[in-house]
């Protein structure tokens, strides 16, 4: 049985996975991303090298390769990056939501310290094949995914096959004139509708004068608040809380009709950390699509909650380096 690392890089984690060939996952830890704000030289990439080696000599890991794969063999690492990604290279070029990696040559760091095959990918391309590969876009050939988490990332499956493009779907703008986004644009969907802006919104609102118990949970200090405490919020029946997320739903729908129009998909798959809010934001991002979207592509449209909304990024990697691998070995053939 062969196994491989799946590892998504996110704006707040960083998920490791073993996920054998077939896409069982075997293994799934998560943890903070390190050093995810500060210059090129902030150490991220010796951090990022200690976590797998952490997760690999973890007593955990090693009883599942033995019990459970037979084997303490790596076939390889995958590796999904928020950010743009030089593909042939390697390279992270610009990551808006993880700075100190901007430039990492990262499959280079990764071969040279673990002596395996090395893949890396923008981490929503990389969630939109694992949702192909094993996950509910099984059996559609043409779809599109939006991660929501820290930021707002896009991957789109096309004939079947990862549409290997930026697909930055979050830095679409969607205001003229907007919020400004940490790429350094301003008005892009991402900073509508992400976890970051979620937070951006409650904090704006409440300096503004808007009630809201968020407030007191804070104790008066608005830098305290989180993404979760919002949608705990929400449920609580919060107004602000709840409009931020109708919020939320509104751009979304805005992006996907744009989607719609310019793709002619027959999906749409949502998806990333925020994915527990779905019943807050849904209505409003189905009637917004709809009522924007070309009518004659947009009628039969699917808009469907991700199967692998923890760990889809992670799987998704680890297949690409699956894919890889095939691909090699049938060159030689």
Known sequence: MKIAVGIDIGGTNTKNVLVTETGEVLLFVQNPTPCVTGGENAGIDQLLVQHLRNFLSSETAKTVLSEKAGTTDIAGIGIGVAGLIDRANGKIIKSPNITSADGLPIKELFEKEFSLPVTVENDANAYAYGEKWVGIG??????????????????????????????????????????????????CLESYASGRAIVDRAITSIQSGVKSTLIDCCEGNYYKITPELVFEKALDGDSLSREIFREVGYYLGLGIANLVNLLRIDAIIIGGGLIGAWELFIEELAKEASRRGFKPYSTHVKILRSALAKDAGSIGAAGLLFRKLSAASSSLA
Not at 177 to 186: A, H, L, M
Request: net charge negative.
């Open 138 to 187: 099984k059996d559609i050939n043409n779809f599109a995914i939006l991660t929501l988490g820290t930021g707002l990332g896009g991957g789109h499956i096309y004939k079947g096959e990862l549409y290997e493009a930026p697909f930055e779907i979050g830095h679409v703008i969607i205001e003229p004139n907007g919020r400004f986004c940490p790429c350094g644009s301003s008005g």
